[in-house]
């Protein structure tokens, strides 16, 4: 069983397009993260939700825009594409003051 | 600013050594800290959480030490195996308001 899985896996789109990102997890976890990765592979935290409510909200240019329909799911949608936005997004999941558990990542690459 | 550094972005050791790795951060007071493997292509794993009340952790082949006063923790993996090479990130929620911050990763290559 996956427990923390993201489509798709691999994104390559031209600037100026809008994509969205997706995220589930099965294993009950109150807080779902945001996540992207650069090329330096340096990890940085985006976004943070608990129980469907935005807690973390980190300097991330308004283009990108989180939802979370429900606690196992948490999507990512990403406005007029730049260049700069080319990184791994990863998603993660946690109860409260535990591990985080990471889904495999979204390539993105803008052209 | 407020940073996790670890002590080098590459090390490689022999294989049967023990590997040791670095995390240092400055500006905080974390209660806990982690420590996650990554290879490529994947997401982080969480290998070890270390409390601030406690001194060492160990799981197999694995230990951590957190140092509070020096504001570090070392990550250790003794009898190394070419399979524990990875990229190992530590890191850390300052606040406990779920805004982790990690490290700058360390990668590791065991040498048969």
């Known amino acids: 069983d996956t427990a923390v899985s993201q489509t798709p896996k691999y994104l390559v789109t031209q600037m100026g397009n809008d994509k969205s990102i997706k995220c589930e997890q099965n294993?009950?976890?109150?807080?779902m993260y945001w996540y992207k990765q650069d090329s330096k592979k340096f990890l940085k935290i985006m976004f943070s939700?608990?129980?469907?409510?935005?807690?973390i909200n980190e300097t991330v240019p308004n283009r990108f825009s989180p939802k979370s329909p429900d606690k196992a799911h948490l999507n990512l949608h990403i406005n007029s594409l730049e260049l700069g936005d080319s990184a791994v997004y990863f998603c993660?999941?946690?109860?409260?003051?535990?591990?985080?558990?990471f889904g495999p990542g979204t390539r993105l690459l803008v052209l | 600013s407020q940073k996790i550094e670890q002590n080098s972005e590459a090390l490689n050791i022999q294989e049967g050594k023990t590997a040791t790795l670095t995390c240092n951060y400055t500006?905080?007071?974390?209660?806990?800290l982690q420590w996650y493997r990554q290879d490529p292509g994947r997401g982080p794993v969480f290998l070890l959480l270390?409390?601030?009340?406690?001194k060492e952790k160990r799981k197999e082949r694995l230990k951590v030490t957190f140092d509070t006063t020096l504001k570090q923790s070392l990550f250790h993996i003794t009898a190394s195996q070419p399979a524990d090479s990875a990229t190992y990130l530590c890191?850390?929620?300052?606040?406990?308001?779920?805004?982790?911050?990690f490290g700058t990763g360390t990668r590791l290559k065991v040498l048969a």
């Open positions: 993660a999941s946690s109860n409260r003051w535990e591990t985080q558990y």
């Open positions: 294993l009950g976890h109150d807080t």
């Open positions: 939700y608990n129980n469907k409510e935005l807690i």
């Open positions: 500006n905080y007071s974390p209660a806990y």
């Open positions: 270390i409390r601030e009340n406690e």
């Open positions: 890191a850390l929620d300052p606040s406990g308001t779920y805004k982790y911050i």
